[in-house]
């Protein structure tokens, strides 16, 4: 299995888990969950790039509003995760 897929699998975890620590986007947290597991069936990390790229403009977006609620390194590993698609 590629690093980057799990890089990406585990970006989407990750920001899934800090969207219900936040409580927003609940409709992202939902289909992040579909993707986490689709791509544990499949293995195809499609869905993992194109969801987590929602969940990270969620996140940026929030930041802009409350900045200390999102650190900077965590919308940085999330950009990491997703640009090496």
Do not use: H
Not at 12 to 28: D, N, Q
Request: aromatic fraction near 8%.
């Amino acid at each position: 299995m590629s690093k980057v897929k799990v890089l990406a699998e585990k970006a989407c975890i990750e920001a899934k888990s800090k969207l219900e620590k936040l409580g927003i986007e609940e409709t992202i947290q939902a289909e992040l969950t579909w993707v986490i597991g689709s791509y544990n069936y499949d293995k195809n990390p499609v869905g993992l790039y194109e969801v987590g790229s929602k969940a990270l403009g969620a996140l940026k977006e929030f930041k802009t509003e409350k900045p200390r609620m999102v650190s900077k390194k965590f919308i940085e590993d999330l950009e990491k995760a997703f640009s090496n698609n």
